[in-house]
Nanobody
């Protein structure tokens, strides 16, 4: 069973930066696409960024140029570097792991990011 544990969420002022981390248990991390999603009350969960097994990255338009996703397969960890944060970035951020061979999908418990002065 794969477990994902996010960390790094916090209260930050507009224009500030945060780095989220998601550590995965098990042995399938390196053969998985990993993504960060976010959700606010009353809205559907939305994709923020993803990184494939080939290290190809993709970003939602609303974070392009501000957020960077990276992975460290040796540590089974994915990161989300968030810069120039805006109040509208406030959300619970979730880590997702999609194993490309079994097509299994795993979610973390989420970490709260609040951008406010």
């Amino acid at each position: 069973q794969v477990q994902l544990v996010e960390s790094g969420g916090a209260l930050v002022q507009p224009g500030g930066s945060l780095r989220l981390s998601c550590a995965a248990s098990g042995s399938i991390f390196s053969s998985s696409t990993v993504g960060w999603y976010r959700q606010t009350p009353g809205k559907e969960r939305e994709l923020v960024a993803h990184i494939t097994t080939a290290y190809t990255t993709g970003y939602a338009d609303f974070v392009k140029g501000r957020f960077t996703i990276a992975r460290d397969n040796a540590k089974n960890t994915v990161y989300l570097e968030m810069n120039s944060l805006k109040p509208e970035d406030t959300a619970v951020y979730y880590c997702n792991l999609y194993h490309i061979y079994s097509r299994s999908n795993y979610w973390g418990q989420g970490t709260q990011v609040t951008v406010s002065s």
